[in-house]
């Protein structure tokens, strides 16, 4: 028997934090297996650059520069991707991170944290939910933290970054439930201590467990099988090498 192609092969994903760490290490890993990958993220230069290295490996990726947290320019990411013949994946790794003391959190950091970490994930997935319903399914996988579950380990400065990612949890649980109907399938995961620029902010002294291409691999392995058992399930990644 021919071997059987990945889920992903010949579909559109869109993958948002796609310019550094988990994002790009995901972006990488999707086209790798198939997908025509939108790549979504505010960095113009680092897409087109990342666009690039996908195409000279084989892959195919599309550069769609954009703040994801104005509904705007998510929807223009959307419209790039429905040309392309519509989103069936999502993958959702943007995220900020400001450390600072929880007094002195102003209303802007606490708001620019929001809204990136979790009122643009609620726009990709809103979005990205429109075209899978057209589509007749398809595929969300949202990145939280262990910051966000209860009863992990937390560090001092970062209460808009654990509240985001609460709401992370929710907003997934919440999106598997309504796509249930329609073939939709949504999971989150809460990496620990990955290698990347907002572990070094959060918390320099602590040594990653994972390396952003771990994640990757195990984002592209759950994508490659059926999700509707997981569907609303939040998986925690501890690690400690």
Not at 17 to 36: D, N, Y
Not at 168 to 195: F, H, K, N, Q
């Amino acid at each position: 028997m021919p071997d059987r192609q990945p889920w992903l092969h010949g579909r559109v994903a869109v993958v948002t934090g796609a310019s550094r760490g988990i994002g790009r290490a995901t972006a990488e890993a999707m086209a790798g297996a198939g997908a025509h990958v939108v790549l979504a993220a505010r960095s113009a230069e680092a897409l087109t650059q990342l666009a690039g290295a996908i195409r000279s490996s084989g892959g195919t990726a599309t550069p769609a520069p954009g703040d994801l947290s104005q509904v705007g320019d998510v929807d223009r990411v959307f419209g790039i991707a429905d040309e392309l013949g519509g989103a069936t994946a999502l993958v959702c790794a943007a995220a900020i991170l400001t450390k600072v003391p929880f007094s002195k959190t102003t209303p802007e950091t606490w708001q620019q944290t929001l809204a990136t970490n979790l009122t643009g994930m609620f726009y990709c997935c809103r979005a990205a939910f429109r075209s899978m319903q057209a589509a007749g399914g398809g595929r969300i996988i949202n990145l939280a933290s262990l910051s966000g579950v209860y009863g992990t380990e937390k560090f001092p400065g970062l209460a808009a970054y654990n509240v985001s990612k609460y709401g992370v949890i929710g907003l997934t649980e919440a999106i598997a439930l309504e796509g249930r109907e329609y073939g939709i399938s949504a999971l989150c995961l809460s990496p620990g201590a990955v290698d990347t620029d907002l572990l070094r902010q959060a918390n320099p002294e602590l040594k990653p467990g994972l390396k952003p291409a771990d994640v990757a691999q195990l984002i592209v392995t759950l994508l490659d099988q059926p999700m509707d058992y997981l569907s609303g399930a939040n998986i925690p990644l501890f690690s400690n090498r």
